[in-house]
Antibody
Framework: QVRLQESGPGLVKSSETLSLTCTVS????????WSWIRQPPGKGLEWIGY???????NYNPSLNSRVTISVDTSKNQVSLRLNSVTAADTAIYYC??????????????WGQGTLVTVSS | QTVVTQEPSLTVSPGGTVTLTCASS?????????PNWFQQKPGQAPRALIY???NKYSWTPARFSGSLLGGKAALTLSGVQPEDEADYYC??????????FGGGTKLTVL
């Protein structure tokens, strides 16, 4: 059974860098795309970006200048870095596995999420 | 910027049928947009229900079905149960521009 677990600081100061890690167990990271998604309190889901294990990435255009998603195959981890955070970046951050074949695209499973609060 | 639109809220009676839709600001939704549907209950992470328009996961109840309807992606719940009360999100794929989530539909079973 594949499991994803997000981890990282729950509090980040405004203008600093948010750094989170998603640890994958039960599957090799070298077979899928991996995505980060966030959800501000009481609001909807926002796609942040995804990466393939080879390092190719695709980011939400609204966040593109501030975000980096990377993989560490030796640790089976996916990382998220978001620079110059503001209060608007306060959210629950989820990682999810992205499956792709010739005819299908799926986002499953998801981690339980981790709340990051940006303080001034 | 691409916008994906869902009904903000819907209400359905237990045992009834309801259809949630997912529209794209770029035009008609086709299977190429790989519509995905997720259910989220309070305090929980989203759970995948449908992928690539119509495909169910092993845990997806039979009363949930996905389709294309009138240029939109659709999620139909037939024989709604009280436990179906939740937020539902769709996701559409835009190739090199990534994916976009809809704003979500709050489904009330009343």
């Amino acid at each position: 059974q594949v499991r994803l677990q997000e981890s990282g600081p729950g509090l980040v100061k405004s203008s600093e860098t948010l750094s989170l890690t998603c640890t994958v167990s039960g599957d090799s990271i070298s077979s899928y795309f991996w995505s980060w998604i966030r959800q501000p309190p009481g609001k909807g889901l926002e796609w942040i970006g995804y990466t393939f294990y080879s390092g190719s990435t695709n980011y939400n255009p609204s966040l593109n200048s501030r975000v980096t998603i990377s993989v560490d195959t030796s640790k089976n981890q996916v990382s998220l870095r978001l620079n110059s955070v503001t209060a608007a970046d306060t959210a629950i951050y989820y990682c999810a596995r992205v499956g792709v074949d010739s005819n299908h695209l799926w986002f499953d499973p998801w981690g339980q999420g981790t709340l990051v609060t940006v303080s001034s | 910027q691409t916008v994906v639109t869902q009904e903000p809220s819907l209400t359905v009676s237990p045992g009834g049928t309801v259809t949630l839709t997912c529209a794209s600001s770029t035009g008609a939704v086709t299977s190429n947009y790989q519509p995905n549907w997720f259910q989220q209950k309070p305090g929980q992470a989203p759970r995948a229900l449908i992928y690539s328009t119509t495909n169910k996961y092993s845990w997806t109840p039979a009363r949930f079905s996905g389709s294309l309807l009138g240029g939109k992606a659709a999620l139909t719940l037939s024989g709604v149960q009280p436990e179906d009360e939740a937020d539902y999100y769709c996701l559409l794929y835009y190739g090199g521009n990534g994916v976009v989530f809809g704003g979500g539909t709050k489904l009330t079973v009343l």
